[in-house]
């Protein structure tokens, strides 16, 4: 068996356990074991990757494995991984294990809640493991369908609301993108939907470029948050259980800036070279719109959707510049957003299930009663707003030092209003934390609250250990990444 085949075969295995499991302990027993297992794997994964790197192979895919599935419609389970792609399986581990432990204490119906997360969790290594147009699509549709229970079931607030407008908007985008993707298949002529193949024919005709880029780039955009289209995506992040907006935030977001850049990108550059200014306008808006709309929110979850918003469109924007470097910042993003994000939202969630309250003006002075949840938020704080150290600064640095190497007066001012998403970032970050973590604690049963138990401080220790590692030792990780994006650039430059 292909060694990729274990992202797949070990959620399958969770959800066969889980649902033979009874009672609470087996179920949490059946999670803590699967989500190592994912995390180990991988880990192995990783240095695997990187050994077959320093021995000099220089395959475009590592650890490749085809089988036809369905010869008429040339439709094969094709699995192989690059830098990007063992970036984001590792990335999609560390999130599962730690919303597992995010989780810990979910009632009611614990068995449903772990069962639809661990499908959800199926789609997104399946989807970061496929070379496969139609098998990527397939998991792309497997990691969104249960977001619709997992919000609407145990969701807070508007949830059934949001989970309808989530799903309704993703499956607009979807459609957009199986159009594309069948486009993309008939005009290039190929007898494979394999990606790396329809690559190497390069014989889309510049026309039909035109017509399938916008449709693939939306298709996956609407999950990166693409403006206009990103408004599903606060009120779904507001009203999700705290491990699924984990997982939808550092996860599941992130599938839309792969497929941008592994599909639309890749397999349609001309028209990327003639059309990219469009979306670049859009992305820019996403990027400065979010960082404005965070800091006229009062709900905690909607101050960290919006800023997803913003920080999500500039990964769209890095791999709208073209170029080596800028791409390079766009996965470093995807990275250090998926981490810190993840810690932003399970530290919520938990000051939440304390105090029962996200409103902003109802909170002040936690820093006394919960000193742990506390320094861990500013961590995570310092990080969204680009502190040196941390995983935040290395990946936005990449992406401005990139979009400025293009040297032209559009790119460049379309850059520097990007830049100005910091500086309005480090405002709605810093008035927040030192309004509920430092202000005077005016509710007397605030002082009552209990700081971090043992499951959230493993969940929390995990992802702050992360987001410092990436940010003082990124090179490892940039350069793996670096390596795999040459191939798609290669094809973008003008």
């Not at 309704?168 to 486009?183: D, E, K, R």
């Not at 073209?322 to 399970?346: D, E, K, P």
Request: net charge neutral.
């Amino acid at each position: 068996m292909n060694f990729l085949s274990i992202f797949v075969l070990i959620p399958l295995l969770m959800l066969a356990a889980l649902w033979a499991a009874r009672g609470i302990k087996a179920i949490r027993g059946v999670m803590v074991a699967g989500a190592s297992a994912l995390l180990a794997a991988s880990i192995i994964l990783t240095f695997l990757y990187l050994e077959e790197r320093h021995a000099g192979n220089t395959a475009e895919m590592l650890f490749r494995a085809d089988t036809l599935w369905y010869a008429p419609l040339h439709i094969a389970y094709s699995v192989g991984v690059d830098g990007i792609s063992v970036a984001m399986l590792l990335l999609s581990s560390i999130i599962v294990f730690t919303g597992t432990f995010a989780s810990w204490r979910l009632q009611p119906l614990t068995k449903e809640y772990f069962l639809w997360f661990t499908l959800l969790s199926l789609g997104v290594f399946g989807f970061f493991i496929s070379v496969d147009l139609f098998t990527m699509f397939m998991f792309y549709e497997i990691a969104l369908i249960p977001m619709y229970l997992l919000i609407g079931v145990w969701g807070s607030g508007r949830k059934e609301y949001a989970a309808m407008k989530l799903t309704l908007m993703l499956m607009g985008g979807s459609a957009f993108l199986l159009i594309g993707i069948l486009g993309i298949f008939s005009g290039s002529g190929a007898t494979t939907m394999n990606i790396l193949e329809i690559a190497q024919l390069h014989n889309i005709p510049f026309e039909q470029q035109c017509i399938w880029f916008p449709l693939t780039f939306l298709g996956f955009g609407v999950l990166g948050a693409l403006f206009p289209f990103h408004t599903w995506s606060p009120d779904g992040h507001a009203s999700a259980p705290t491990a699924v907006s984990m997982l939808h935030a550092g996860v599941l977001m992130k599938l839309g800036g792969y497929g941008c850049f592994r599909i639309a990108m890749f397999l349609l550059p001309e028209a990327a070279q003639e059309l990219a200014w469009i979306f670049l306008i859009l992305t820019g808006i996403s990027v400065v719109y979010g960082a404005f709309s965070a800091c006229v929110q009062t709900d905690l979850k909607y101050i960290n959707a919006y800023s997803s918003v913003s920080h999500c469109g500039l990964v769209l924007f890095a791999i709208l510049m073209l170029n080596r470097t800028a791409a390079t910042g766009a996965i470093l993003q995807m990275l250090s957003h998926g981490l810190m994000t993840a810690l932003f939202f399970a530290l919520i969630g938990m000051i939440y299930g304390r105090t029962h309250t996200r409103d902003v003006r109802e909170l002040s002075g936690l820093m006394k009663v919960m000193p742990f949840l506390s320094v861990c938020y500013v961590i995570a704080g310092l990080a969204n707003l680009g502190l040196p150290g941390l995983s935040g600064f290395v990946a936005e640095m990449t992406i401005f030092v990139g979009s400025f190497q293009n040297a032209d007066v559009f790119h460049r001012t379309l850059t520097v209003l990007a830049c100005s998403s910091i500086v309005i970032t480090a405002v709605y970050i810093l008035r927040l934390v030192g309004k509920i973590l430092y202000g005077t604690c005016t509710d007397k049963h605030h002082l009552e609250l209990t700081d971090a138990t043992w499951d959230e401080r493993v969940a929390v220790i995990c992802l702050i250990v992360c987001v410092a590692g990436l940010g003082l030792a990124p090179f490892w990780v940039s350069r793996m990444i670096g390596e795999s994006v040459i191939p798609v650039v290669s094809q973008l430059m003008p």
